[in-house]
């Protein structure tokens, strides 16, 4: 189904008409705002639970704690996950 530049144009005129040139600017910037939010929540989902944090790294740190002697209640559950 091939649109010829003429139909798109009517298209585009029958659609500011009855939305407007304002509402259609919102519309716009709602739906581009919507889209970096969902870039951005999919690219946190890949991330490790703590941003800025590597895994090998928190694993250090939990290792230098529990050589160090320090007592951390939350020790058995962070094993557990």
Request: proline share 4%; no cysteine; net charge negative.
């Amino acid at each position: 189904m091939h649109f010829s530049i003429w139909e798109l144009a009517l298209i585009l005129v029958i659609v500011l008409v009855l939305f407007g040139g304002s509402r259609l600017r919102n519309l716009g910037s709602d739906l581009g705002s919507a889209i970096r939010g969902f870039r951005d929540s999919m690219k946190e989902g890949s991330k490790p639970e703590t941003a800025g944090e590597d895994p090998k790294k928190l694993e250090q740190a939990t290792t230098q704690e529990q050589t160090a002697g320090v007592h951390d209640p939350l020790a058995k559950e962070r094993d557990k996950v």
